[in-house]
Structures are given as structure tokens and as C-alpha cells.
């Protein structure tokens, strides 16, 4: 499995931006598959991103379209969040996730067999 490490979160007002940052090692990471999933106190996690293998097509949940992008660098083994016009409704803990399948809309967690350790993000009203 492809190891994961998130960074990149923080304490951040209504309507500011934040960057998170997942470096990968272990496995060839032009092979998966990449997501970003969040989870609130007391929900289930959920999917926010996921880009193909090769940075084309990315996906995005409705709450976050058009305020987050996701992008990968294969060249550096790295999968970013750029998370714009922050909102409360927004704070979670954020992991990124590695899976060898692909499909272009809402991708499951039990779809993806690699996890980061998460990056809390917290935004304040």
C-alpha cells in the first residue's frame, strides 16, 4: 500500500482559504487513484475530491463545488486541497486516500485501501 501523509490544516475565519497537502511514498503513485474525504464530530466521513491518475477529471461533492479544486503532482508524488471561501460548515478532520479504482462521481471510503492520518481544519464564523 502507498503511505500518506497530510498537512496543511488549521484555524481559518469564514471566507479565507487554506491549502492542504498529501505526500505519498511506498508504491507508484501515478497509479491511483486520489481522494479527500472529511469527517465531522459525530457524522460519517464523506467524500469531498477525487482526481484520476493523470490530473484530468477531477470530481467534487455539491457542498464544495466551485469553492475547492483538487490537483496532483505526479512528478513530486502529491495531492493538494485548495479549499476557498471557507465556511463553518466546512470544519472536520480531512484525510487523503489512495485507490486503485476510478469512477468519475462520489467515490465510496471502502473504494479507496490507503488513508492519511488526517489534518484537522477548523473554520470559525
Known amino acids: 500500500q502507498v503511505q500518506l501523509v497530510e498537512s496543511g490544516g488549521g484555524l481559518a475565519q469564514a471566507g479565507a482559504s487554506l491549502r492542504l497537502s498529501c505526500a505519498a511514498s511506498g508504491r507508484t503513485f501515478s497509479n491511483y487513484t486520489m481522494g479527500w474525504f472529511r469527517q465531522a464530530p459525530g457524522k460519517e466521513r464523506e467524500f469531498v475530491a477525487s482526481?484520476?491518475?493523470?490530473?484530468?477529471?477531477?470530481y467534487y461533492a455539491d457542498s464544495v463545488k466551485g469553492r475547492f479544486t483538487i490537483s496532483r503532482d505526479n512528478a513530486k508524488d502529491s495531492v493538494y486541497l485548495q479549499m476557498n471561501s471557507l465556511k463553518p460548515e466546512d470544519t472536520a478532520v480531512y484525510y487523503c486516500?489512495?485507490?486503485?479504482?476510478?469512477?468519475?462521481?462520489?467515490?465510496?471510503?471502502?473504494?479507496?485501501?490507503?488513508w492519511g492520518q488526517g489534518t484537522q481544519v477548523t473554520v470559525s464564523s
Open positions: 482526481i484520476q491518475r493523470t490530473n484530468i477529471l477531477p
Open positions: 486516500a489512495a485507490s486503485l479504482k476510478w469512477t468519475y462521481g462520489s467515490m465510496s471510503p471502502a473504494d479507496f485501501g490507503s
